[in-house]
Every structure is written in C-alpha cells, then in structure tokens.
C-alpha cells in the first residue's frame, strides 16, 4: 500500500458567521424606523408652527372686532345704505345728458355741414361749424328745433368766411355759424 501525502498546506475554510442575513435585517428595519421617526418629528414640528399661526390670527381677528362698528339692527343699515344710494344717483344725475345731446345731433346734420367746435356748459350747448351754402343752416337748426332734447336753439352768428384757404380757391363762399342751445334734462 502506498500512502500519499500532502505537503502543501492547507486553509481551513473559516466559518460563516451565524445570523448574517438576521443582522442585516435588522439594520434595515432600525434604519426605517429612524426615517420615520425623522418623518413625524419634521410633521410635528410644521404643525405646531401651523397652530401657532392660527391663533396669532385668532388673536388679531379677535382684536379687529373689538373697534368694529356694529349696527344694532338691521333696518339701521338699510337706512345707511338708502341714504347712501340716494347720494350716488344725485351725484350720477345728468352724466348722460352730453352724450345724448352729441347722438341727437348727429342724427340731423346735414351732409354739407361740418362742426368745428362743440362746447357743452351748465345744459347749455355751443356748436359752431361751417358749410358752403346758407340754405343748410337754416335746414340744420329746423331738424333740430324737432329733436325734444333741444329746448331753445338760438342762431348767435352766421357770416361768410374770408379767407381765401377756407373757399377751397375755387370761389365758392363758405359761410361759418354759431348756434347757442338750451339744452332739456334726458328722460329715462
């Protein structure tokens, strides 16, 4: 029989660590539990500084209501309110009378006449303007004596017009005019 022998040396192989896979459980599940410890410590602390905000409201709203000028009953603030409805329309009174005054007017010009200046003061409108024949004048303040916004209509000035630029240097006269117009109140 022959025997054989090994000389070279030999590594025993080392031992495996009992509970490697438990351990590393376990550092997993520590590991989470301080995330969520961390998680409800950051939520706790935003909702105290939420609560905190909420009664420094409180305490001003509280505050506010103190120097608040309360009615005692109702038909008080309706009298208030009433009162100030009335001031409004009484301010707001007579606004659209220009405005209907310059619609009213532009539905009777004639198409010969062209305004230059309109001057509206205290229910009283000044218009001035100018066309080549008289005949349109006369024809313009008739359709406006029909109109019921116009009350008095007064021809102030009617002339030829003397500079040559204005007779369009073709030797037809231009004639200017100013009427004065009383103006009446725009009933709604």
């Known amino acids: 029989m022959k025997r054989e022998m090994n000389l070279l040396p030999l590594f025993p192989e080392k031992k495996k660590r009992e509970g490697g896979p438990k351990r590393k459980g376990w550092i997993i599940f520590i590991g989470l539990?301080?995330?969520?410890?961390?998680?409800?410590g950051v939520l706790t602390f935003l909702d105290l500084r939420c609560q905190n905000e909420i009664k420094k409201l409180e305490a001003v709203i509280a505050t506010k209501s103190e120097y608040q000028v309360i009615h005692a009953n109702l038909s008080h603030q309706k009298e208030v309110l009433e009162h100030r409805r009335l001031l409004l329309e009484s301010i707001s009174k007579g606004k659209?009378?220009?405005?209907q005054t310059m619609v009213e007017l532009h539905e009777v010009l004639p198409a010969g006449?062209?305004?230059a200046n309109y001057?509206?003061?205290?229910g009283r409108l000044i218009i001035s303007g100018e066309t080549q024949k008289k005949e349109e004048i006369m024809e313009f303040k008739a359709k406006l004596s029909v109109q019921n916004v116009f009350q008095v209509i007064n021809m102030v000035n009617t002339r030829i017009k003397e500079d040559a630029a204005a007779n369009n240097?073709?030797?037809?006269?231009?004639?200017e005019f100013t009427f004065d117009?009383?103006?009446n109140e725009v009933q709604r």
């Open 33 to 40: 539990f301080l995330g969520v410890l961390a998680v409800y």
């Open 181 to 183: 117009i009383q103006v």
């Open 169 to 175: 240097g073709n030797g037809e006269e231009v004639y």
């Open 119 to 122: 001057d509206f003061q205290d």
């Open 96 to 99: 659209e009378l220009p405005l």
């Open 113 to 115: 006449i062209r305004l």
